[in-house]
C-alpha cells in the first residue's frame, strides 16, 4: 500500500459516467448519520459508500452509537465493512476537541452509561436553547427541532435548519453565526468530558481512541500542540486523524511528523455530513483524499495488542 494522503498517492481516481469513483481499497473514518446531524440514515450512508467503491467506513456519530447497529447489519447484508465508531467533544480551548472511538464494544456498559449521561445534558440543554431564541422574538417550537432531527440525536446544526427554513436566517452559516456558534445570542453551553474520561471509555469499551481534527484546536504553533497531544499520549490516545478535507498541506505534514515522533497512527476521514457545500464527498472530500484500507488493519492490531495487554495485566492467560 502506498502511504496514505494527498501528497504521496499516484493511484488515479477514475470517472464513471462523469461520476468520480474511487479505486478498490480505500476508506473514510469520519462519517455522520442521522443519528446525529448527518443526513443519510446509517443504512443509506452504508450503501452509499459501497456504490462509491469503498472498502469500509467507519461511522463516527456525535456522543451516540444509536446508529451503528443499524450500519452493521446492513454492512453484514450487502457485504461491506462497517467499523463501529464515535466521536466525543472533549473539555478543550480556545478551540474545540472531538476525539474518535474505532472498533467499539457497542454494548460494553461503561459506553453505554457515560453516552446516556450526555443524552440527558443535550436534552436539558436543548429546551433551554428554544427558550433563548424565543426570548428573541423568534417564533420556534421544540417539536420543529425534533422534527427537522429526523428522530435522531437533537443538536445546534437542527436548530439552524428550522431556522433557515422559516427564514430567520439566510443561511445555514448565519445561523450559527448570529445565534447558535459559543458566544452567540441563544448559545447554551454543552456537557463534556475530558479528553481523560473520553479516551478512558472509549479505551474501556476496547475502542482505539484517535484526534479529531487537530486544526479545530486552536492551538498556537507545533510545540504547543505537541505539548497537548503528549498529554492526550498519556491518556491513552492511539492516533491522530491526519488526513482531513480542511486540513492545508502544511497542517498534513504537521501532523503527521508528530505522529510519527511519538508512535501514533495516522488516520483519516471527510466529516462528510451528506449536506456539504463545495462537493465534499465520502471517500474522497473534495478530490484530495485516499484513505488506504492499511489503516484500518493498523487500526485492528492496535485495538488487538491493547486487548492483550488487558488481559495479561488483569491475569488472564493467553494460552
Ligand atoms: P452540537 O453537538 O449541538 O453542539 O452541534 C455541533 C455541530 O454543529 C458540529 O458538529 C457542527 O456540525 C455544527 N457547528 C458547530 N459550530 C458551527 C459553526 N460555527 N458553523 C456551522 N456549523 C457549526
Ligand atoms: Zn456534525
Ligand atoms: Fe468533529
Ligand atoms: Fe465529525
Known amino acids: 500500500m502506498p502511504a496514505t494522503g494527498r501528497y504521496q498517492s499516484s493511484i488515479p ?55 451503528l447497529e443499524e450500519g452493521i447489519s446492513e454492512g453484514e447484508r450487502i457485504g461491506f465493512e462497517v467499523i463501529p465508531g464515535i466521536e466525543i467533544s472533549a473539555e478543550h480551548s480556545p478551540g474545540s476537541m472531538h476525539i474518535l472511538g474505532f472498533f467499539l464494544d457497542i454494548h460494553h456498559p461503561l459506553l453505554n452509561e457515560r453516552l446516556a449521561y450526555l443524552q440527558k445534558a443535550r436534552a436539558e ?14 417564533d420556534i417550537t421544540f417539536d420543529e427541532v425534533l422534527k427537522a432531527s429526523g428522530g435522531g440525536q ?31 445570542s441563544a448559545y447554551v453551553d454543552k456537557l463534556r468530558f475530558t479528553s481523560k474520561e473520553a479516551i478512558h471509555f472509549i479505551n474501556e469499551a476496547k475502542g482505539v ?13 507545533y510545540s504547543e500542540l505537541e505539548k497537548l497531544i503528549l498529554r492526550l499520549v498519556q491518556e491513552g490516545l492511539r492516533g491522530i486523524e491526519v488526513y482531513y478535507p480542511e486540513h492545508s498541506s502544511s497542517e498534513v505534514a504537521q501532523y503527521k511528523t508528530i505522529a510519527e515522533r ?32 492499511s489503516i484500518v488493519e493498523n487500526l485492528k492490531a492496535i485495538r488487538n495488542r491493547s486487548l492483550s495487554a488487558y488481559a495479561e495485566d488483569n491475569g488472564f492467560s493467553r494460552r
Request: no cysteine; glycine share 12%.
Open 13 to 67: 481516481l477514475f470517472y464513471k459516467n462523469g461520476v468520480k469513483i474511487i479505486m478498490m481499497g480505500y476508506v473514510d473514518l469520519h462519517l455522520h448519520t442521522t443519528a446525529s446531524d448527518g443526513v443519510l440514515s446509517p443504512s443509506e450512508i452504508v450503501r452509499y459508500a459501497k456504490t462509491k467503491g469503498l472498502q469500509a467506513i467507519a461511522i463516527t456519530d456525535h456522543d451516540t452509537i444509536e446508529g
Open 154 to 184: 437533537v443538536g445546534r446544526p437542527h436548530f439552524a435548519n428550522v431556522l433557515l427554513q422559516k427564514k430567520y436566517v439566510r443561511s445555514f452559516k448565519e445561523a450559527f453565526d448570529r445565534f447558535l456558534k459559543k458566544g452567540a
Open 262 to 293: 511519538h508512535g501514533l497512527l495516522a488516520t483519516g476521514g471527510t466529516d462528510y455530513h451528506g449536506i456539504e457545500k463545495n462537493g465534499l464527498d465520502i471517500g474522497v472530500g473534495r478530490g484530495e483524499m485516499e484513505i488506504p484500507y
Open 209 to 221: 481512541a484517535v484526534l479529531a481534527h487537530p486544526n479545530t484546536l486552536g492551538m498556537n504553533g
Open 125 to 138: 440543554r436543548n429546551p433551554k436553547i428554544v427558550q433563548k431564541l424565543n426570548r428573541l422574538g423568534i
